[in-house]
Antibody
Framework: QMHLQESGPRLVKPSETLSLTCSVSGGSISSSNYFWGWIRQSPGKGLEWIGTVYYVGDTYYSPSLRSRVAISVDTSRNQFSLKLSSVTAADTAFYYC??????????????WGPGTMVTVSP | SSDLTQDPAVSVALGQTVTITCQGDSLRTYYATWSQQKPGQAPKVVISGNNNRPPGISDRFSGSYSRNTASLTITGAQAEDEADYYCNAPDSSGDHVVFGGGTKVTVL
């Protein structure tokens, strides 16, 4: 059974870069059938898709975050990572890593990490 | 527009049926996926694509479509169905994902 686990600093200062890593166990990140993504949820708010990466490095980013986001993959470690630059208090949120299935006519986030709360504060 | 619109909250009596909706232009072309989120937990998919239920998901959950609206129906709602429900779908490009604002379902 596949598991995803987020790791990284829980506290980031304004204007700095938020960095998180997702470790995948129970399966290979190099599967051709799936992509790997990040989703966040501000306290008491809804879900927001941040972006997605394929194991060969192709990336897709939310248009609203594209200028500040970079998602990369490390197949040797079975991990993928998120970097979000120039953070503000508005980036304080629960961050989830997910397995992202992309069918022709729909997307499904079928496996989720437990999530990690990241706070942006001086 | 790539936005998906959901009603913020609905309530249903125990054992009755409730339908929540998700409206957006991209749903004229693409399917929605519905996820259930309980407090303190990560979301879990209940319906994806054209009414596909993952293993282990109750057949109380079903999906349907009409024009630009996707619907999730809970037939015979149980107390454990009380949760937030989110739809998501591709935007008009097909490459990006948009979420609806979520619907809080209360079982009375």
């Amino acid at each position: 059974q596949m598991h995803l686990q987020e790791s990284g600093p829980r506290l980031v200062k304004p204007s700095e870069t938020l960095s998180l890593t997702c470790s995948v166990s129970g399966g290979s990140i190099s599967s051709s059938n799936y992509f790997w993504g990040w989703i966040r949820q501000s306290p008491g708010k809804g879900l927001e898709w941040i972006g997605t990466v394929y194991y060969v490095g192709d990336t897709y980013y939310s248009p609203s975050l594209r200028s500040r986001v970079a998602i990369s993959v490390d197949t040797s470690r079975n991990q993928f990572s998120l970097k979000l630059s120039s953070v503000t208090a508005a980036d304080t949120a629960f961050y989830y890593c997910v397995r992202h299935g992309r069918a022709a006519l729909y997307h499904v986030f079928d496996i989720w990490g437990p999530g990690t709360m990241v706070t942006v504060s001086p | 527009s790539s936005d998906l619109t959901q009603d913020p909250a609905v309530s249903v009596a125990l054992g009755q049926t409730v339908t929540i909706t998700c409206q957006g232009d991209s749903l004229r072309t693409y399917y929605a996926t519905w996820s259930q989120q309980k407090p303190g937990q990560a979301p879990k998919v209940v319906i994806s694509g054209n009414n596909n239920r993952p293993p282990g998901i109750s057949d109380r959950f079903s999906g349907s479509y009409s024009r630009n609206t996707a619907s999730l129906t809970i037939t015979g709602a149980q107390a454990e169905d009380e949760a937030d429900y989110y739809c998501n779908a591709p935007d008009s490009s097909g490459d990006h994902v948009v979420f609806g604002g979520g619907t809080k379902v209360t079982v009375l």
